[in-house]
Nanobody
Framework: QVHLVESGGGLVQAGGSLRLACAAS????????IGWFRQTPGKERDFVAA?????????YYANSAKGRFTISRDNAKYTVYLQMNSLKPNDTANYLC?????????????????WGQGTHVTVSS
């Protein structure tokens, strides 16, 4: 089992940047694929990005994140980061990280049994 805590959210102007962090407990962290999702009130969680548990750290991005967001992991610190650049008002959401023991269908929330509580990002116009 793994416990996840997100941080780094806040208020930023359009065009600005934020770096979110997902800190995990548990020595099995390197064996988990970590995904970032976002959610706005009344809507389902949308996939943002994921980084694999396999050697080589394969990364996956939603179309909305490609070219603007970068996911990375530091296994020594049990932390995954989401660097978000060129933020837009429609990036405003609660951002959650999740852990999966698999490296398949990383966009699917059903593949992730472990979730954090989220960190809120607000992008003003």
């Amino acid at each position: 089992q793994v416990h996840l805590v997100e941080s780094g959210g806040g208020l930023v102007q359009a065009g600005g940047s934020l770096r979110l962090a997902c800190a995990a407990s548990g020595s099995a962290f390197p064996h988990y694929t970590i995904g970032w999702f976002r959610q706005t009130p009344g809507k389902e969680r949308d996939f943002v990005a994921a980084i694999s548990n396999r050697a080589g750290d394969n990364t996956y991005y939603a179309n909305s994140a490609k070219g603007r967001f970068t996911i990375s992991r530091d296994n020594a610190k049990y932390t995954v980061y989401l660097q978000m650049n060129s933020l837009k008002p429609n990036d405003t959401a609660n951002y959650l990280c999740a852990a999966s023991p698999w490296d398949t269908s990383t966009w699917d929330t059903r593949m992730y049994p472990y979730w954090g509580q989220g960190t809120h990002v607000t992008v003003s116009s």
